[in-house]
Each structure stands twice: as structure tokens, then as C-alpha cells.
């Protein structure tokens, strides 16, 4: 059973940097999905930030990107999330989950992680 | 601002049914395939529906996925208790800023 668990601070101080980090267990992420982050701010709706393949490449948010760094490491099945210069409208619940692409877009997201809470605040 | 329009809310008494729209355009849901997401209060998102019409495994058969032009309808027959919550469309977006398009969102309430 693929699964994802979400970790990072809590609490993060405006203009400074996000970073969280998503482990994939029970499937290798080197195994032809792509995997992505989504963020959902409190009381809102979803947003897709970015999704990337284990080789690199990666289909981005374009309102997001100038701010957005997504890598994995396959040496440890996990998947990376920064986002620098936040400020209180990025606090959020942020997501990783498996994400089907092909060459031109991406179509579903079939497995999630539980989300972790960020907030932006001094 | 979402580029795909659901309606706010629909509710039903249990067993009845329900229908929620997504509204797009020719850049989205015109060619593209549509998914359809469950989130349940205090939960992760679901995937309930894939490529327009498709159950994963393990989904019942009152999740119903259907596309029409630049529209998509889900429908839940037999409502239960345990279906509140959000449900959000979503597909890929190709115009300028390509990207992949969630819903604004529906939540459903039974009565």
C-alpha cells in the first residue's frame, strides 16, 4: 500500500524559507509516477504547486515557481518542498501525493499524504 | 480564482442523489481528462473518480463520473451520512499559464 507522510516546521517566519520533506513508503518513487505538492490554505480550496519526476523533470504552478524548489532523493524515497520569501497567505495545509503524468500534463493525483499544517507568522 | 466553476453546496436527504457541476473551458476540461476528489472533514483529499468516468479500486458504485464538452458532472446515489464533506474537480489547464486546475469546491450536506 503506497503511502505518504508529510514532515517540516510548523511554523514559519515571514520572508523566510518553507521546507518540508514527504517519505513515500510501500512504493518506490523511482517506479514511473511523477509526485507532487498541493497546498490548501485554511478554509480554502487546493492549489497544485508543482509535480516532479525521479529524474528531475517537473510540471510547476507558474504563479508559484519564481518562489518553489521541489527535488527528490531516491536514496531515501522521499520528496522535497521549499518555498522561500513566505508570507502569511502561504500558510496552509501543504500535501504530497502520487501524481500520474505524461509527456504534456498531469491528470490525477491517486495516493495522499495526510497534510502538514504550515503557518506564517512572527 | 479557480478557472473551474462547482456550485457552493448541494444537499439531499440520505438515500437520495446528488449532482455536482464543474464548469471549465475548451483550455481544461474541453481536453482533458477530469478527476473528481472526496475530502472529508479534518481529512486528506480522496480520489474518487479518474479520467472523466473511472472508479479506483475500492470506490462504490454511487461515485459516478461523466464529461460533456467543457463540463463535468459527479453524481452520488444512495447518500450516506459518511459522504459530507468537499468535493472538488479537477484537470489540467492549457492555456498560458499551464497548469493543473482544482475546482472551487462543493460541499455536500445531508439533511
Known amino acids: 500500500q503506497v503511502q505518504l507522510q508529510e514532515s517540516g516546521p510548523g511554523l514559519v517566519k515571514p520572508s523566510e524559507t518553507l521546507s518540508l520533506t514527504c517519505s513515500v513508503s510501500?512504493?518506490?518513487?523511482?517506479?514511473?509516477?511523477?509526485w507532487g505538492w498541493i497546498r490548501q490554505p485554511p478554509g480554502k480550496g487546493l492549489e497544485w504547486i508543482e509535480s516532479i519526476y525521479y529524474s528531475g523533470s517537473t510540471f510547476y504552478n507558474p504563479s508559484l515557481k519564481s518562489r518553489v524548489t521541489v527535488s527528490v532523493d531516491t536514496t531515501k524515497n522521499q520528496l522535497s518542498l521549499k518555498l522561500r520569501s513566505v508570507t502569511a497567505a502561504d500558510t496552509a495545509v501543504y500535501y504530497c501525493?502520487?501524481?500520474?503524468?505524461?509527456?504534456?500534463?498531469?491528470?490525477?493525483?491517486?495516493?495522499w499524504g495526510q497534510g502538514a499544517l504550515v503557518t506564517v507568522s512572527s | 480564482q479557480s478557472v473551474l466553476t462547482q456550485p457552493p453546496s448541494v444537499s439531499a436527504a440520505p438515500g437520495q442523489k446528488v449532482t455536482i457541476s464543474c464548469s471549465g473551458s475548451n483550455f481544461n476540461i474541453g481536453n482533458n481528462y477530469v478527476c473528481w476528489y472526496q475530502q472529508l472533514p479534518g481529512t486528506a483529499p480522496k480520489l474518487l473518480i479518474y479520467?472523466?468516468?473511472k472508479r479506483p479500486s475500492g470506490i462504490p458504485d454511487r461515485f459516478s463520473g461523466s464529461k460533456s464538452g467543457t463540463s463535468a458532472t459527479l453524481g452520488i446515489t444512495g447518500l450516506q451520512t459518511g459522504d459530507e464533506g468537499d468535493y472538488y474537480c479537477?484537470?489540467?489547464?492549457?492555456?498560458?499559464?499551464?497548469?493543473?486546475?482544482f475546482g472551487t469546491g462543493t460541499k455536500v450536506t445531508v439533511l
Open positions: 501525493a502520487r501524481a500520474y503524468c505524461v509527456t504534456t500534463s498531469c491528470y490525477t493525483f491517486d495516493y
Open positions: 510501500g512504493y518506490s518513487i523511482t517506479s514511473g509516477y511523477y
Open positions: 479520467d472523466n468516468n
Open positions: 479537477g484537470t489540467w489547464d492549457n492555456s498560458m499559464s499551464a497548469s493543473y486546475v
